[in-house]
């Protein structure tokens, strides 16, 4: 279905990597070289890649390259280390609501102390390391999966009557914002894959039309069926026509269940709770943030204006006009339904107690 080289946002391997640059989809499908960290920082901030799992994967992936590359440079273990924690924290300095790279980095961070009571020879600690960033693809990969199977099933339990399900979602969460399959549209995948889907209605997703350009991109190759509305026909679509469940992505969840997601996310939860509409988040538990209570703590990132007051560098907007451009809101918990990780589907109010045991486990 959507596993082909058509939709890969990040193409990897050992010594290269390039990615999809969505900013010129959906007119143009072309790859931009990423050959060193400061290539992906620009890339993530301006937003050629985006999606937090996708910039996660990126942004790891791009300090792989360029240790493999550069190696000649380290002379002692610890100079990789210095090297490798400089790098990721500039990284988190692109872009900053999303927490999965953050969780990454200090997963990666974790992981240089033991490693080097292991390697006292660069060469063999760099291969290692190597390995171990390289793994965060197969990983995302595989949560997408399990997010899928654990979102459908859910959706289909609390819907008994329905056989065929028409859903809301926003954004792009799709195989183009992770490394693939894609998170909510994960769900939405899984259901139409089980014969369980009737239609798709997904938001234009203003103001940078991640819905218009990129998830109907995903759709149309996956030839799922899908009907695009501006985001403000929200409402009256949940009076006109059935939906039976709401399922967007997630940048950041706090503890309490607070979820920061694409601007537009907050209203479409209101919009759910008056209707009875269950309202989902997707996202895997790199995307939830146990250091943060509440999503008052949360950073929510201001774009710039022009890409509010233009399309494709043509002004939409009269000259001179002051906006306000967040990109990203929050979703209070008590309007959640449920949070679909890969490790189950989880209410707001159960969810640090449920990611505290899982890590005692792992
Ligand atoms: O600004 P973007 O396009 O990076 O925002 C993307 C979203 O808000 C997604 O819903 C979120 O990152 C989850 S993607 C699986």
Known sequence: MQDDQTLKAIC??????????QLKLPDESSYIPINSVDDAWKAIHTMSIRGAPAIAVCGVLSLAI????????????????????????Y?????????????????????????????GNVSSYID????????????DLADNRSIGRYGAEAICQNNTNHKKL?????????SLATV????????????????????????????????????AYELLHDRIPHTLICDSMAGFLMQKEPIHAVIVGADRITANGDTANKIGTYQLAILAKHHH???????????????KQTGNEIVIEQRPSREMTSIKG?????????????????????????????????????????????????
């Not at 360029?66 to 924290?89: C, G």
């Not at 290692?128 to 990983?139: A, D, G, I, N």
Request: with cysteine; proline share 4%.
């Open 166 to 174: 028409n859903v809301l979602t926003h954004c792009n969460t799709g």
């Open 91 to 119: 990284l988190l300095t692109a872009r900053p609501t999303a927490v999965n790279l953050t969780d990454a980095a200090k997963t990666i961070i974790d992981y240089l102390i033991p490693l080097s009571n292991k390697h």
């Open 277 to 291: 509409i269950p309202f989902y988040v997707a996202a895997p538990t790199t995307s939830i943030d146990l250091t």
């Open 128 to 139: 290692e390391l190597l390995v171990f960033m390289e793994q965060f693809l197969e990983r």
């Open 180 to 215: 693939g399959f894609g998170t909510a549209l994960g769900v939405i995948r899984q259901l139409a894959v089980n014969d369980a889907l009737q239609l798709v209605y997904f938001t234009e997703t203003r103001p940078y039309n991640q819905g218009s350009r990129l998830t």
């Open 66 to 89: 360029e240790l493999n590359n550069s190696r000649s440079k380290f002379d002692s273990v610890s100079s990789v280390q210095q090297f490798v924690t400089a790098e990721l924290n």
């Open 314 to 362: 043509i002004n939409i907007a009269a000259e001179g006009v002051q906006v306000w451009n967040p990109a990203f809101d929050i979703t209070p918990a008590h309007l959640i339904t449920g949070i679909i990780t890969e490790h189950g589907v989880f209410k707001p109010d159960e969810l640090e107690e449920k990611l505290l045991s899982l890590k005692e486990v792992q």
């Open 12 to 21: 990897y391997q050992r010594g290269s990597l390039s990615i999809l640059d």
